[in-house]
């Protein structure tokens, strides 16, 4: 795999401050969220979001997987909901039915997990929402850090997940992270 992605917690207490050119940031009372990427490159194509919230957390990754001279669409995802995790992934029959626009559909047995991406100019439930942000970051392609891929870390989004036909959440945000790198 050229790319391998780790969660370490899916919602943690966080403490402690940080000065930053003479500005205090206090993070106490604050709720994290931890996880990392380790490889040689990043997915050619892949979308990923995570967003903490009332009640939860949840991350979502879909990925343009190459293994020898094949490709398959690789997905991880973990919602935490009311203390029970629900975890998403191929290996465990998960497959993407929609995967356009920022718009995700993933689809496990009895779970339906859709996310979508608020894009800049797009209305939002709350007057001053976020639109994306759009933060520059680079990424490894062959081991170097040759690439820019676009992260938007605090963005508006909506999410519902649904188990068995009944819908555990269905919320907006202006407090989500989104990545969407497919059609580039």
């Known amino acids: 795999m050229e790319c391998r992605h780790g969660v370490w917690s899916m919602r943690h207490e966080v403490?402690?401050?940080?000065e930053v050119n003479g500005k205090l940031f206090d993070f106490s009372r604050g709720v994290g969220y931890w996880e990392g990427d380790r490889g040689r490159s990043f997915p050619k194509e892949?979308?990923?979001t995570q967003c903490l919230f009332k009640g939860g957390s949840l991350m979502l990754s879909v990925a343009d997987i190459p293994m020898a001279k094949m490709h398959f669409t690789g997905i991880i995802g973990v919602v935490l909901w009311k203390g029970r995790e629900y975890r998403l992934a191929t290996y465990l029959g998960a497959r993407v039915v929609v995967n356009?626009?920022?718009i995700l559909r993933i689809v496990q047995g009895d779970m339906v997990l859709d996310a979508r991406m608020k894009r800049s100019g797009e209305g939002l439930a709350k007057e001053g929402a976020r639109k994306a942000e759009w933060h520059l970051l680079k990424a490894s392609v062959?081991?170097?850090m040759t690439r820019t891929i676009h992260e938007s870390?605090?963005?508006g989004a909506a999410y519902r997940f649904r188990v068995g036909g009944r819908t555990l959440f269905a919320f907006e945000t202006e407090r989500a992270s989104f990545e969407y790198e497919y059609g580039k």
């Open 153 to 155: 870390p605090a963005c």
């Open 46 to 48: 892949y979308a990923w």
């Open 142 to 144: 062959g081991g170097d």
């Open 100 to 102: 356009r626009n920022g």
């Open 15 to 18: 403490r402690g401050r940080v």
